[in-house]
């Protein structure tokens, strides 16, 4: 069964650098093919990627955001890592973490979610 | 990047009735396209990738055609937990990106 959980601050300030970590069960991103990526929700709006990282350590970003993150994985905990610096008010939103097989990014399993809020 | 227009942004349906969503690309995405649910406080539940594959488990009552620019999501007949966003996302082009959603409710 494969199970994802975010976890990380609920509230940050303008300008600090925001670091999410997905714990998962259920696979193991040494696998060929597997990777897990990073897409956020602000209220109201549209899901939006950010980061994916591959069980080869490839790893693609927003064009948009790419200056400001960073993804990194640790195969043995079975965790992936987020980190988005200078975060701003517009960055408020639920951050998910799912799990994709193969080349075609259509996540079947995510986590529950994480609410950040960026406010002083 | 591309950009995913869905309509009607709120569709009312009564329960039993056929829901028909409508999502569109801003360039081909040929098939990979994918559709997702989603309700309150819950994360997205892949419904239907390739266009108009259904994902495991999924009730035969959801259904996708479509290909390149225009794609439709069809539910048969409304069950009471069918009411829920639903949002179209395209994996052809990277970043991936996603419709704004179309909200299902009850009429």
């Known amino acids: 069964q494969i199970t994802l959980k975010e976890s990380g601050p609920t509230l940050v300030k303008p300008t600090q650098t925001l670091t999410l970590t997905c714990t998962f069960s259920?696979?193991?991103?040494?696998?060929?093919?597997?990777?897990v990526g990073w897409i956020r929700q602000p209220p109201g709006k549209a899901l939006e990627w950010l980061a994916l990282?591959?069980?080869?350590?490839?790893?693609r970003f927003s064009p948009s955001l790419e200056s400001r993150l960073t993804i990194t994985k640790d195969t043995y905990k079975n965790q992936v890592v987020l980190t988005m610096s200078n975060m701003d008010p517009v960055d408020t939103a639920t951050y998910y973490c799912a799990h994709n097989v193969g080349i075609a990014l259509r996540p079947g399993y995510w986590g529950q979610g994480t609410r950040v809020t960026v406010s002083s | 990047e591309v950009v995913m227009t869905q309509s009607p942004a709120t569709l009312s349906v009564s329960p039993g009735e056929r829901a028909t969503l409508s999502c569109r690309a801003s360039?081909?995405?040929?098939?990979?396209l994918a559709w997702y649910q989603q309700k309150p406080g819950q994360a997205p539940r892949l419904l239907i990738f390739?266009?108009?594959t259904r994902a495991t488990g999924i009730p035969a009552r959801f259904s996708g055609s479509g290909s390149a620019t225009e794609f439709t999501l069809t539910i048969s007949s409304l069950q009471s937990e069918d009411f829920a966003v639903y949002s179209c996302h395209q994996y052809n082009y990277w970043p991936p990106t996603f419709g704004q959603g179309t909200k299902v409710e009850i009429k």
């Open positions: 390739g266009a108009s």
């Open positions: 259920g696979f193991s991103l040494s696998t060929n093919g597997v990777s």
């Open positions: 360039q081909s995405v040929n098939i990979n």
């Open positions: 990282i591959y069980w080869d350590d490839e790893k």
